[in-house]
């Protein structure tokens, strides 16, 4: 019903920059809250960012200040930019949003992840 692709991933040196991207398609009638979450290995998956429709944004106290997410509605995509990324930012990187997908039916929806990896 609704796919989301990530890209960006890669491997960076401490300091560096990355920019994700996870563009949503499907069948859509609308398209609300979208963020990213991450997980580490051997960690619970945790949020990471998230945007609401009307750009209004809210980040985890570990990447406040750092990452930064914003939205394109009419390409229902989605981007977090990360600077001065930490060996602790390595993770797999996943976006979600929250979709309306039929006239009373809405869902969560994952995309399948991308590998962000952050060392010298």
């Known amino acids: 019903q609704v796919q989301l692709v990530e890209s960006g991933g890669g491997l960076v040196q401490p300091g560096g920059s990355l920019r994700l991207s996870c563009a949503a398609s499907?069948?859509?009638?609308?398209?609300?809250?979208m963020g990213w979450y991450r997980q580490a290995p051997g960690k619970q998956r945790e949020f990471v960012a998230i945007?609401?429709?009307?750009?209004?944004?809210n980040y985890a106290d570990s990447v406040k200040g750092r990452f930064t997410i914003s939205r394109d509605n009419a390409k229902r995509t989605v981007w977090l930019q990360m600077n001065s990324l930490e060996p602790e930012d390595t993770a797999v990187y996943y976006c979600?949003?929250?979709?309306?997908?039929?006239?009373?039916?809405?869902?969560?929806?994952w995309g399948q992840g991308t590998q962000v990896t952050v060392s010298s």
């Open positions: 979600t949003g929250h979709f309306k997908v039929s006239f009373l039916r809405e869902n969560d929806y």
């Open positions: 499907g069948s859509i009638f609308s398209t609300y809250n």
């Open positions: 945007i609401t429709s009307g750009g209004s944004t």
